[in-house]
């Protein structure tokens, strides 16, 4: 991999990071995404599921960019909610898949002060409009064209494939992960359980 003159060398790993991430598993296809992982062993895509306690969270990195809409989210402006982060792209069938479950958990937790951002992974802009205007999804996108918002997340939880889901507590630490397509089944007590907790 060459590196530009003056790049920092953690500028370099996480770059590398992706280039390793983007050549497997996930969604099958050319822009599929493999987990780099954190050492535990566990395979990409295979829908694990992950809580960690919350004297051993790690706070989200910063996160703000453009949405598919053209308009700027800044992740620090949801401090003291609840937040459910998805990873997605419209090439990925298990994203179709889980659309409606998403939806669903949004509309039945945002009372509760939880809030939900897609992060649209390596992705055509318009065909990620699309995808969210067909399935109805009710809450905002990030446009992550490059992946740069995934390298963000190298240092804490690597999003492993996707889809990935991340659900952010009210402090804003990464209270639990799944690696692969959800479930409305599988993501709604998750999300009530961080949503009772007390902000630290």
Same mark, same amino acid.
């Given at each position: ?6 790049r920092?060398?953690? @500028?370099?790993?996480s770059a ?15 822009? %599929?995404?493999?987990?780099t992982?954190?050492? @535990?062993?566990?395979?990409a895509?295979s ?10 969270r790690?706070?989200a ?6 949405t598919l809409?053209?308009?700027t989210?800044?992740?620090?402006t ?11 792209? @419209?090439?990925c069938?298990?994203c ?7 939806a669903q ?6 009372? #509760?002060? $939880?809030? +939900? ?7 055509? $802009?318009?065909?990620?409009?699309? +995808?969210?205007? #067909? ?5 905002p996108?990030?446009?992550?064209r490059?992946?740069?918002i995934?390298? #963000? +997340?190298?240092?804490s ?8 889901t ?9 209270? %639990?992960?799944?690696?692969?397509? $959800?479930?409305f ?5 998750? $999300?009530?359980s961080?949503?009772?907790?007390? @902000?630290?």
């Amino acid at each position: 991999m060459l590196v530009s003159p003056g790049r920092s060398a953690a @500028s370099a790993l996480s770059a590398g990071l992706v280039a390793l991430a983007l050549t497997a598993t996930g969604c099958v296809g050319q822009n %599929a995404v493999s987990a780099t992982g954190d050492g @535990s062993g566990y395979v990409a895509g295979s829908g694990t599921v992950r809580r960690y306690a919350e004297g051993h969270r790690r706070a989200a990195p910063t996160v703000r960019g453009a949405t598919l809409e053209g308009t700027t989210l800044d992740l620090s402006t949801y401090r003291g909610h609840v937040v459910v982060l998805n990873f997605w792209a @419209s090439w990925c069938p298990p994203c179709r898949d889980e659309a409606a479950g998403l939806a669903q958990v949004e509309r039945d937790t945002a009372a #509760r002060g $939880v809030r +939900f951002v897609g992060v649209n992974f390596k992705d055509d $802009v318009a065909n990620a409009r699309i +995808f969210t205007q #067909r399935r109805q999804i009710p809450y905002p996108s990030l446009f992550d064209r490059y992946g740069q918002i995934m390298v #963000r +997340f190298s240092a804490s939880v690597p999003p492993a494939a996707i889809p990935t889901t991340l659900i952010l507590d009210r402090s804003g630490r990464i209270a %639990a992960s799944i690696y692969g397509p $959800v479930t409305f089944t599988r993501l709604a007590p998750l $999300v009530t359980s961080v949503a009772a907790e007390r @902000s630290a």
